[in-house]
C-alpha cells in the first residue's frame, strides 16, 4: 500500500510563486513514475506534468511549459512541484500520483493518488 499526502497549496497572487510537496508513505517511490494532475470546478482533471522514476525524464502540458517544474527527491520519498507566474486558470485542486509501468497523462493509469491540495490565484 502506498500513501500520498499532499501539501504547499493555499492562496497567492497572479504572477506569483508556491511550491507543493508530495510525500509518500507504505513503499519506497524509488521505481515509480510520479504525476501531477489538477481539476477545477465544472471540469475533467488534467494532466500538469510528470517524471520518470530515475529523474532522467520529464514531460509538460502546453498550459503549464516554462512556468511549472517537477522534482523529485527520492531519498525523501517526495515529489515537488514548483509553480511560477501563476495565473487565474491555475487555480484547482493539484492532485499528486503514482505507477510503476506509466507516466504519461492519462489519469486513470495511474495506480495511487494522494487527496489533493487547494491551490487559489487572485486577480
Known amino acids: 500500500q502506498v500513501q500520498l499526502v499532499e501539501s504547499g497549496g493555499g492562496l497567492v497572487q497572479a504572477g506569483g510563486s508556491l511550491r507543493l510537496s508530495c510525500a509518500a508513505s507504505g513503499r519506497h517511490l524509488t521505481r515509480y513514475n510520479m504525476g501531477w494532475f489538477r481539476q477545477a470546478p465544472g471540469k475533467e482533471r488534467e494532466f500538469v506534468t510528470s517524471?520518470?522514476?530515475?529523474?532522467?525524464?520529464?514531460y509538460y502540458a502546453d498550459s503549464v511549459k516554462g512556468r511549472f517544474t517537477i522534482s523529485r527527491d527520492n531519498a525523501k520519498n517526495t515529489v515537488y512541484l514548483q509553480m511560477n507566474s501563476l495565473n487565474s486558470e491555475d487555480t484547482a485542486v493539484y492532485y499528486c500520483?503514482?505507477?510503476?509501468?506509466?507516466?504519461?497523462?492519462?489519469?486513470?493509469?495511474?495506480?495511487?493518488w494522494g487527496q489533493g491540495t487547494q491551490v487559489t490565484v487572485s486577480s
Open positions: 500520483a503514482a505507477s510503476l509501468t506509466y507516466r504519461g497523462a492519462t489519469p486513470t493509469l495511474y495506480t495511487y
Open positions: 517524471i520518470s522514476w530515475s529523474a532522467g525524464s520529464t
